[in-house]
């Protein structure tokens, strides 16, 4: 279902007051979704899974303990790398950007402390809600 032009309108200067209020959090919505997706990670990962079922079923099949739950780690090991990329260094500057940017707990601060941009979006948003509403 296509956008009127007055949707594509209003979308649009959403989008634009987003980058005005938080340009930082804008740019994280704006990179792709697969951009930190790796094939390498996903195919070395299901490697270490698979080998990881290979351990642990020769540990139960010998009957050494150890050896199983080795193969019981390498193989949740495998599944993690496999789906998260498995390198810390990675996830690093995402976490320190959102905390800088207000991502958790501390997203409280810096949006109460300006709390008049933050009122006037959302004054703007309830307005052409009731626009809408009252021209339907």
Do not use: H
Request: proline share 5%; glycine share 22%; no cysteine.
């Amino acid at each position: 279902m296509a956008l009127s032009e007055r949707e594509q309108r209003l979308l649009q200067e959403l989008e634009e007051q987003l980058q005005t209020e938080d340009p930082s959090f804008a740019s994280q919505l704006q990179e792709p979704a697969g951009g930190r997706f790796n094939v390498r990670n996903l195919v070395l990962g299901l490697l270490l899974a698979v080998g990881g079922i290979g351990v642990l079923l020769l540990g139960i099949y010998q009957q050494w303990i150890p050896v199983g739950i080795l193969g019981f780690i390498m193989m949740g090991l495998g599944g993690y790398f496999a789906t998260t990329g498995g390198s810390a260094q990675g996830e690093a500057p995402e976490q320190g950007g959102n905390g800088g940017n207000g991502g958790g707990g501390g997203g409280g601060g810096p949006r109460s402390s300006t709390p008049t941009p933050s009122g006037g979006f959302m004054t703007s948003l309830e307005e052409k809600w009731d626009q809408r509403r009252n021209q339907s």
